[in-house]
């Protein structure tokens, strides 16, 4: 993840870059053109060194003036689960996926604050195992 003030950058430079092209390009988020951010919010922060937890969560862009402008798109099929499996199991990656999706969304666990005690199901885990990497 980048550093807000990187986007805010971006957008300030576009807006003067594009400022003679329309006129109100000013107005617009980084100079009226198009830009597709991807990723997802709830895996990674952007490192500050020897930053706090308020630190790391402000210098996040979903914490910059650029956010309130932003059309968020949501993905709803776990394509990474999908490759390579066969129709038997398919129910069993639903499953799997929704569990994903809930522990990513803060479902699991019960209130909390950035803490939280999930339970994981027993065939997921790999207990006492000889070789737990090829298991």
């Known amino acids: 993840m980048i550093h807000k003030h990187a986007f805010e950058a971006l957008d300030k430079t576009l807006k003067d870059v594009m400022k003679g092209d329309l006129a109100n390009t000013y107005e617009s988020l980084f100079g009226g053109k198009v830009v597709v951010l991807g990723g997802d919010f709830r895996q990674i922060l952007s490192v500050i060194q020897n930053g706090t937890r308020n630190e790391c969560v402000n210098a996040i862009i979903s914490s910059s003036y650029i956010w309130s402008k932003c059309k968020l798109l949501k993905l709803t099929k776990n394509m990474r689960l999908t490759i390579g499996s ?50």
């Open 86 to 135: 066969q129709m038997t199991n398919t129910l069993d990656i639903k499953q799997f996926a929704d569990w994903l999706l809930d522990i990513g969304e803060g479902n699991l666990g019960g209130p909390n604050d950035g803490e939280a005690t999930i339970s994981i199901l027993d065939d997921l885990l790999i207990k006492h195992s000889l070789d737990p990497m090829s298991d």
